[in-house]
């Protein structure tokens, strides 16, 4: 966009139009101990060369070349070229929400794709394609569930990503929506049943539970649902990462699921924007925030889409809105759909497989250092894993550092209980000669401790 800078003279004549003598007098009304009275402290004015030599500078100063072994919600995967070629079309990046079906049948019909590939993987009857990313969806399902049960308490797990709980809290806390954490099995790093049965009551709503969870392990969703079902409670399912589903089997016994598809072709972007996603059955539909695209045929017989449902308080009477939510997510929605029609359904299985045979490698050659104990072990789970190691996680990832390895995630906000845990992630993008060359650093470094 180009910037045009007014003339004084134009300046002059706009203040005259509008009755003030000068710039200051459109700030009177603020106090003058807020007001700045100096001139602004800004380099001087630089030519185009000079401005793309500084940004090639300070890009100079990213972290390049590190390998990395985070996850915990946020993960790298490969991003097919072709993405970034289509999304980036005048038709999709300056598309706004299809309101006009019949100029934005190429959006709509995008995110009715989306929508049918998210309900494939998840099990699910129906799917929208408008959360802001997981955690925003998991706290909406909450309401959503709070909406269908007529109860106001809910059950969310300890494993459950620990921000995706800090965000449920902020939605919760002006909602009148009690929420009891219940703790996990110190031995297997899943949701402790016993408590969870203790738990749930005639007045809770909706239990929520993230498979594979924050530790990386696999819950037992059946077993999970049976429980709640017993007491007329909801099950909601929250899946951090959506590369699991090609392995793991979809939880089909859940109510609702709320998902995060940044794995789907979505670049880390320094943490966003991502893609949350809401998929329930057919019959929770109208209480299933966001918008929702459906196929129809007009009256010469043409396949065509439209925008079949759309609770938003924009549209309907406020008290009967579903969510507030007023961003358009279609275009890193369409990222997904394209990864998903890149991989099919083979890929996907195969691109999971991948992913589940580094973190096993992963795991077993870094367990294996002196002074390294990988907790949860005889658990399933997909490619995260937590290790305990003898010295603090702070020390250790500032030594993989100095090889330009980003090693795991410190749990000690979240699980001090733990000690000196940290999660550990390896996708199909960690290589073998990566993870040996982090084993030898943990190795060497923590036989010197």
């Known amino acids: 966009m180009r910037y045009l800078p007014k003339s004084p003279a134009e300046r002059v004549e706009m203040l005259a139009h509008i009755g003030a003598s000068s710039i200051d007098d459109l700030f009177s009304v603020i106090p003058a101990e807020y007001r700045l009275t100096r001139d602004v402290d800004v380099p001087r004015q630089m030519a185009e060369s000079e401005i793309i030599d500084y940004f090639k500078a300070a890009g100079a100063k990213n972290a390049v070349g590190y390998t990395s072994f985070l996850g915990a919600g946020c993960y790298r995967h490969y991003r097919p070229v072709i993405i970034d070629s289509l999304v980036q079309r005048g038709e999709f990046l300056t598309s706004y929400t299809p309101y006009q079906a019949e100029i934005t049948q190429g959006t709509l019909q995008a995110i009715f794709e989306f929508q049918t590939m998210i309900c494939e993987l998840t099990g699910m009857d129906v799917a929208n394609a408008s959360m802001y990313d997981g955690s925003t969806g998991a706290a909406e399902a909450v309401m959503m569930a709070t909406r269908i049960t007529g109860r106001h308490k809910s059950i969310v797990a300890a494993t459950v990503h620990p921000e995706y709980r800090e965000v449920m809290a902020t939605y919760a806390q002006h909602q009148g929506l009690p929420t009891e954490v219940v703790r996990y099995d110190a031995e297997t790093g899943r949701i402790d049943m016993n408590a969870l049965a203790a738990a749930i009551t005639e007045e809770t709503a909706c239990v929520l539970v993230q498979s594979p969870n924050f530790f990386g392990v696999i819950e037992d969703i059946p077993a999970i649902a049976d429980l709640a079902h017993a007491k007329g409670a909801l099950l909601i399912v929250s899946i951090a990462e959506a590369i699991s589903l090609g392995v793991v089997k979809p939880p089909v016994e859940a109510d609702i699921v709320s998902m995060e598809a940044q794995s789907f072709g979505v670049a880390i972007s320094y943490g966003g924007p991502f893609c949350g996603v809401i998929a329930t059955k057919e019959k929770y539909l109208r209480q299933m925030p966001g ?54 359904k083979e890929g996907i299985r195969d691109l999971a497989v991948h992913n589940l045979a580094k973190a096993d490698f992963a795991s077993k050659t870094l367990s294996s250092q002196p002074g390294v104990k990988q907790l949860f072990a005889n658990s399933p789970r997909f490619h995260e894993f937590v290790l305990q190691t003898s010295e603090s996680p702070s020390a250790l990832n500032d030594r993989l550092l100095e090889k330009k390895i980003i090693g795991g995630l410190d749990l000690s906000n979240w699980y001090p209980e733990l000690g000196n845990a940290t999660l550990w992630c390896a996708t199909e993008l960690n290589t073998r000669e990566q993870i040996e060359v982090a084993a030898g650093v943990l190795a060497t470094e923590l036989v010197k401790a």
């Open 291 to 344: 918008r929702l695209a459906g196929q129809t045929k007009d009256a010469d017989g043409n396949v065509g889409y439209v925008l079949t449902l759309s609770t938003r308080e924009q549209h309907i009477r406020r008290e009967k809105a579903t969510s507030n939510i007023c961003t358009n997510q279609a275009l890193v929605a369409l990222m997904a759909t394209i990864f998903l029609t890149v991989y099919g």
